[in-house]
């Protein structure tokens, strides 16, 4: 079967892709001429540390501890339970010692997602690593940090893949990312990777999503694989940051410890706007109301733009 549907129109001079994923029904539009809205001028807003409770003069006494008393400490991250929670399990992970950083280093980012397992097993329910990085990505802190969910049900993202997932290998006998991995391998939106694919998703969420095929299903096997995943990770803010992309968002999803739904776990990055003293947003009525985004990069262009890069 098809994994994805295009259907392209023309918009006066302009053309308009709509795409909707077979598997979930997840579906966007890509409307490449408003790129030229700019997501990617330079950050316009400084933040400052005074204050920061994430900050190393603070976190070990503005941030609460687990219930025995403790945080996790790994390398420079520090970990413990959310104070404003909205989920049933619901962690930080601040990452680095520094407030404002911008390039992180693979044994910064392996210590924070190896705390943020550490966090969250041991909880029944749906996982999910996650990550703001800026305010105009929805961060409260601009101080780097993780968060970590697990609740007995999943949210609305994972809860169709996991279904739908379920329902494919039950009707076809194979499982759908398996079958995904070896189409997006073969394709104009493949980037890098083998044993973790990492591609440019071919009916986005968001601007410049790239996602990230893992391995494995369940939470407790990341840590097989976080070396691997980190230096991928690195990868992509790497290219992100050449494309003037310092803002976005990351959810990494996980399968019920016990369960077998078909579903692998994946990762996803998006890019937001950045920082700016304008307001502006990458999200309006459509995102937020119509639950349908408009994209401004087709994931073939995301693609072109990664090896042109690459090989620059």
């Known amino acids: 079967m098809e994994l994805f549907t295009l259907h392209e129109v023309r918009c ?9 994923e077979t598997l979930t029904g997840l579906s966007c539009r890509i409307s490449s001429e408003r790129i030229k809205r700019r997501i990617d001028l330079p950050p316009s807003i400084a933040y400052h540390a005074q204050g920061c409770p994430f900050c190393p003069e603070q ?11 403790s945080r996790i400490l790994r390398g420079e991250s520090v970990t ?33 997602f190896t705390a943020q397992v550490e966090s969250l097993q041991g909880h029944d329910g749906y996982p999910s690593i996650n990550w703001n990085f800026l ?21 609305y993202l994972a809860g169709r ?53 893992l391995p494995i299903s369940h939470l407790h096997e990341f840590p097989a694989v976080t070396d691997l995943f980190v230096d991928g990770l690195l990868q992509v803010l790497a290219f ?24 692998s776990a994946f990762c996803t990055l998006i890019a937001r706007i950045n920082p700016n003293d304008r307001s502006m947003s990458d999200s309006s009525f459509m995102e937020r109301l119509h639950l349908q985004p408009v994209i401004l990069t087709s994931p073939e262009e995301l693609a072109a733009l990664f090896h042109a890069k690459e090989g620059s």
């Open 80 to 112: 413990f339970p959310n104070l404003y929670p909205f989920a049933a399990w619901h962690t930080v992970t601040v990452i680095t010692r520094s407030h404002d950083i911008r390039e992180f280093t693979a044994s910064q980012l392996t210590d924070a």
């Open 135 to 155: 305010p105009s990505a929805g961060a409260s802190l601009a101080h780097p940090h993780l968060q970590g969910l697990v609740d007995p049900l999943p949210s």
């Open 59 to 69: 976190v070990f006494t503005a941030t609460p501890v687990f219930p025995d008393g």
């Open 161 to 213: 893949y996991l279904q739908e997932s379920s329902t494919y290998l039950q009707q076809h006998g194979r499982r759908y990312w398996d079958d995904l991995r070896v189409h997006e391998a073969g394709s104009d939106r493949y980037l890098f990777g083998n044993d973790i694919l990492w591609t440019a998703q071919a009916v986005p969420l968001g601007e410049r999503e790239v996602r990230a095929l």
């Open 240 to 263: 992100y940051r050449r494309l003037g992309t310092h803002a976005f968002n990351l959810s990494l999803f996980f399968d019920r410890e016990g369960e077998d739904h078909g579903f």
């Open 12 to 20: 006066g001079e302009c053309r308009l892709q709509y795409r909707r």
